[in-house]
């Protein structure tokens, strides 16, 4: 199966717009969504576009084809008008016989990883910065940010289908 990986939208409508036009361009079979979905957090400026309402309603449709994991940024009070889960602090897959452990990034990361067998993959956002790490061990992943990207990197998200690339909104591939 396709997979589609994004992180951090902060309530951009103008960018879940880019990264949803992304998602139907790539025909993904699902959409891993790795936290901070509405609000934009103490830290960051306003997106472009900040309207976590209409983030909400191009996002319940898609509902059955979303996998989420929490971002420091999702509540208790998020989860009461999104129609899917987004509170598991964590989800674990199996792609190709590799576990991936996804998460948000700001508790389990390089810094703090969870218990990781050799060769599994930790995949988290939380830094909007994109990466492809081999940390003696593990990989570390991170597809970078939707609405704000960081450290120069390009708005952007991975996809994985027999491997994993990285790509900016409008499908262009990136070096990682």
């Known amino acids: ?63 059955q084809s979303l ?14 008008v999104l129609d899917f889960p987004i509170l598991a602090d964590y989800c674990l897959l199996e792609l190709d016989g590799q576990t991936i452990f996804a998460t948000h990034g700001h508790r389990h990361n390089p810094q703090c990883p969870p218990p990781l067998k050799c060769g599994d993959i930790l995949l988290n956002g939380h830094t909007h910065v994109p990466a492809n790490k081999d940390m003696g061990g593990y ?15 390009a708005h952007g998200y991975m996809i994985y289908d027999s491997g994993f690339t990285w790509k900016d909104l409008d499908g262009r591939a990136l070096p990682v």
């Open 1 to 63: 199966m396709k997979l589609m990986i994004a992180s951090d939208i902060h309530g951009s409508a103008c960018y879940c717009q880019k990264m949803l036009d992304a998602y139907h361009r790539e025909n993904a079979g699902r959409l891993l969504l790795l936290g901070d979905i509405l609000y934009h957090g103490p830290r960051n400026d306003l997106p472009k576009d900040y309207n976590p309402k209409a983030v909400i309603a191009m996002l319940n449709p898609l509902k």
């Open 67 to 80: 996998l989420c994991v929490r971002g420091n940024c999702d509540t208790e009070v998020d989860q009461m």
């Open 139 to 153: 990989l570390y992943m991170n597809p970078g940010s939707v609405s704000i990207p960081k450290n120069g990197s």
